[in-house]
Nanobody, 121 residues
Framework: QVQLVESGGGLVQPGGSLRLSCAATGSPLDYYAIAWFRQAPGKERESVSCIGSSDGDTVYADSVKGRFTISRNDARNKVYLQMDSLKPEDTAVYYC??????????????WGQGTQVTVSS
């Protein structure tokens, strides 16, 4: 059973940057697509970005397109989310998740515990 641990969250001013990391243990990630989700207070969890396995195809929510970049390092069993030009509306708990498939299907088999990102002046 894969276990995921996110890190890199924190408080940042609008326009700033953060890089989230997701480290996996217990199972290699290289076969699976990996996604980032987020959940703001009072809102439903939403998909932010996803990266496929073999083809490395990436998907982004319209709200973060052009500002966020997802990447993966299978040798280190890690996935990253580079977040630039952050806005207050990006404030949320960010979760990484392992997809059930090698492509971004949106169905999750494992969740991390989340890391808080707060964008505020």
């Amino acid at each position: 059973q894969v276990q995921l641990v996110e890190s890199g969250g924190g408080l940042v001013q609008p326009g700033g940057s953060l890089r989230l990391s997701c480290a996996a243990t217990g199972s290699p990630l290289d076969y699976y697509a990996i996604a980032w989700f987020r959940q703001a207070p009072g809102k439903e969890r939403e998909s932010v970005s996803c990266i496929g396995s073999s083809d490395g195809d990436t998907v982004y929510a319209d709200s973060v397109k052009g500002r966020f970049t997802i990447s993966r390092n299978d040798a280190r069993n890690k996935v990253y989310l580079q977040m630039d030009s952050l806005k207050p509306e990006d404030t949320a708990v960010y979760y990484c998740a392992v997809d059930r498939y090698s492509y971004c299907s949106g169905t999750v088999r494992s969740w991390g515990q989340g890391t808080q990102v707060t964008v505020s002046s």
